[in-house]
T-cell receptor, first 114, second 113 residues
Framework: NAGVTQTPKFRVLKTGQSMTLLCAQD?????MYWYRQDPGMGLRLIHY???????AKGEVPDGYNVSRLKKQNFLLGLESAAPSQTSVYFC?????????????FGPGTRLTVT | AQSVTQLGSHVSVSEGALVLLRCNYS??????LFWYVQYPNQGLQLLLK??????LVKGINGFEAEFKKSETSFHLTKPSAHMSDAAEYFC???????????FGTGTSLTVIP
């Protein structure tokens, strides 16, 4: 049981390049989330999904897109990377609503945009 | 709007001493409150949560937190710090049965031998 995994672990992009971060969970959770973590700012929710085929915006969605084509996967895309998107990205999943249930986090992806 | 304030971005305690990490929230309705811990180079793990049941919540690794509505606080405590407690601790709030969480800015705990 791997829990929540994230690919890749590290990435360096040039401004304007695009990339996709992959999150996978093997716990059959309905809910999945993407956060970014920046120094002194804690974690902020980018997008989330309440089930296969559904997505919704979080607190800081601009510059990102997401897709949930399969229940176990949640993809985060950056179409045109900017230095302001340099951050550590965490994916999480939960069985029930996040306000009621534990979120399980992946190990993170450290992204640098130059 | 709801928010979370963690007082003290860095806290140092001696091994065996009391750990007290502060969290205050602002919410006009009863909140759901959480403490998560992040060890170096890892994702977050749930320590404990308050969801309107008992006001004193016990979590893993000997941590506990008390919900005080009058003080709008949810401080995290542990009677005796261990070296393994060194980590970043995040308080989080959600005020409805939704999926939007608001994390505090985190408190880095250092345990001095």
């Amino acid at each position: 049981n791997a829990g929540v995994t994230q690919t890749p672990k590290f990435r360096v992009l040039k401004t304007g390049q695009s990339m996709t971060l992959l999150c996978a969970q093997d716990m059959n959770h309905e809910y999945m989330y993407w956060y970014r973590q920046d120094p002194g700012m804690g974690l902020r929710l980018i997008h989330y999904s309440v089930g296969e085929g559904t997505t919704a915006k979080g607190e800081v969605p601009d510059g990102y897109n997401v897709s949930r084509l399969k229940k176990q996967n949640f993809l985060l895309g950056l179409e045109s990377a900017a230095p302001s998107q340099t951050s550590v990205y965490f994916c999480a999943s939960s069985r029930e609503l996040a306000s009621l249930d534990e979120q399980y986090f992946g190990p993170g992806t450290r992204l640098t945009v130059t | 709007a709801q928010s979370v304030t963690q007082l003290g971005s860095h806290v140092s305690v001696s091994e065996g001493a009391l750990v007290l990490l502060r969290c205050n929230y602002s919410s006009s309705v009863p909140p759901y409150l959480f403490w998560y811990v992040q060890y170096p180079n890892q994702g977050l793990q749930l320590l404990l949560k308050y969801t309107s049941a008992a006001t004193l919540v016990k979590g893993i690794n000997g941590f506990e937190a008390e919900f005080k509505k009058s003080e709008t606080s949810f401080h995290l405590t542990k009677p005796s710090a261990h070296m393994s407690d060194a980590a970043e601790y995040f308080c989080a709030v959600s005020v409805d049965t939704g999926n939007q969480f608001y994390f505090g800015t985190g408190t880095s705990l250092t345990v001095i031998p």
